[in-house]
């Protein structure tokens, strides 16, 4: 990672040494100027261009060099998000099983009370009241 910044940033760092070994005042761009390389006919640049370039050149930078910083952190979150993944399937099978579970209970309820005889309401009415 460090190889790839500094392989990026080293051609940057070079013209801009040469462009301020260079700097001279041009009056056709009102303020200083910057030329790489000292050649007739040539026209240089404005100290605000060069500035801008640079700073954008290092917003970007920085953003990639995040980005890369932050790869362990993306790969730790695939992993987990895989895991949840596995988990939420096994949570729905479970789910399923107890819900089925729940119906044999009920029905099994069901088919117990089915079986009982039925009280009258009169001895219901008795069985209430030696209750109290």
């Not at 932050?70 to 979150?77: F, G, H, N, Q, V």
Request: with cysteine; proline share 3%.
């Amino acid at each position: 990672m460090k190889f790839l910044q500094y392989l990026i940033i080293l051609p940057f760092a070079i013209i801009a040494i040469l462009a301020a070994s260079n700097a001279e005042i041009c009056p056709e761009l009102k303020g200083v100027c910057f030329q790489t390389v000292n050649m007739e006919g040539v026209e240089g640049f404005k100290l605000e261009t060069v500035l801008a370039v640079f700073f954008i050149f290092g917003y970007i930078l920085g953003r990639i060099s995040a980005w890369f910083g932050y790869s362990p952190i993306r790969r730790a979150l695939r992993m987990q998000r895989k895991a949840n993944r596995a988990l939420n399937k096994e949570q729905a099978k479970l789910t399923e099983t107890v819900s089925g579970l729940k119906q044999d209970i009920e029905k099994a309820h069901r088919e117990q009370t089915a079986g009982a005889p039925k009280k009258g309401w009169w001895k219901s009415l008795k069985s209430s009241k030696k209750g109290n």
